[in-house]
């Protein structure tokens, strides 16, 4: 056997796409791509890919430090990332706000070489709130806890925020040990609190859906979108009937406003905890809070008005392992409390 064969050019080509597929990262299955023709033919083909954004101009800022002939080549491999850029909408810095920051981030100039992708996980970088939010919740003082999960369609499906005004760790007092939850009744500059808090969710949420709408008519195969952002904070979730509605739609028209979708009238229920120990775990919600949002009219078809509250916050907080599991026990202490609110928000 000659020494010089290279083995891997012996694998059939559906296990060679296997490897490719267990990859996932975009930024590695693009650079696999300039290695030979073979692979630029099959890396095309995943059904799944994970596509993390850098923050605007990072990745540019990071190759002009080097000078070497070897990061010019990288820079040449990775130019697809960088057309990014040409969606920049410049203005001054005081004028950019949040929805400009995600308008950047159109990913449909790397994706356009995966024509077969069935399920897409795009990350946004951090901003604004959120980089306070993943730094403080590290710490000892930690400030406000959020997370949300939102599904839309054409337009919002459902929407479940939990939130705390602190997540802490538990300071272990012996007349504590017993200590029941505090279900005292919210005080009227709480609940305002909590109205900005879901305003500001599902602004974040509607932001990420008209970020996605082109893409996702342009990917005729694709069943689940999922965009999150570095801190995890929030998820925007699209399955194969919602994407389905999205191409269905004939046009924007009133639909959008100023780089989001609109969110039509809402009808809301709130759990609200004064102090919650969270079970099974060291930690203390302060202020901790529920909200479980839905259309008021029946827009999200049969199948949303079917699905009951539990169910809704089960697929939002619904992890087994880790700080997932500490969150789904906290959501089903939330769930029993006697206080739970019922509000209406107009269209936004």
């Not at 932001?207 to 996702?216: D, S």
Request: hydrophobic share 40%; glycine share 6%.
């Amino acid at each position: 056997m000659d020494s010089s064969d290279d083995y891997f050019d012996r694998l059939p080509d559906d296990v060679v796409l296997s490897i490719f597929g267990k990859l996932q990262d975009a930024k590695s299955l693009c650079l696999s791509m300039t290695v030979c023709k073979r692979f630029r033919s099959i890396a095309p083909q995943v059904d799944r890919i994970f596509l993390p954004i850098p923050q605007k101009n990072s990745a540019v800022k990071e190759f002009d430090q080097k000078n070497s002939l070897k990061s010019l080549v990288i820079r040449a491999l990775m130019k697809p990332f960088y057309l990014i850029s040409q969606m920049i909408k410049f203005k001054p810095k005081n004028e950019e706000n949040d929805l400009d920051f995600y308008s950047y981030y159109v990913p449909n100039e790397i994706l356009k070489n995966f024509d077969e992708i069935r399920a897409l996980h795009l990350r946004l970088p951090c901003h604004g709130n959120q980089k306070q939010s993943k730094t403080a919740k590290s710490g000892k003082n930690s400030t406000t806890f959020l997370k949300w999960r939102a599904e839309f369609g054409r337009e919002l499906h459902s929407c479940v925020i939990l939130g705390a005004k602190s997540w802490v760790e538990k300071v272990e007092r012996e007349e504590d040990s017993t200590q029941e939850p505090s279900s005292r009744v919210m005080a009227d500059d709480e609940l305002k609190l909590r109205i900005v808090w879901t305003i500001s969710c599902l602004i974040a949420a509607s932001a990420r859906h008209y970020l996605m709408q082109e893409t996702v008519k342009g990917l005729k195969m694709i069943e689940n979108v999922v965009v999150s952002d570095e801190s995890d904070q929030g998820r925007l979730c699209m399955n194969k009937e919602q994407i389905e509605e999205i191409r269905e739609s004939k046009g924007k028209g009133d639909e959008m406003v100023e780089n989001r979708s609109r969110v039509p009238a809402l009808r809301m229920k709130m759990w609200y905890l004064d102090r919650l120990e969270v079970p099974g775990s060291s930690k203390v919600m302060e202020g901790a809070t529920l909200v479980v949002i839905r259309p008021a009219a029946a827009g999200g078809g049969a199948e949303e008005a079917s699905r009951s509250d539990g169910d809704m916050v089960a697929d939002a907080f619904g992890g087994v392992e880790g700080e997932e599991k500490v969150i789904g026990d906290a959501v089903r202490k939330l769930m029993v409390a006697k206080k739970c609110y019922v509000l209406e928000m107009n269209s936004f």
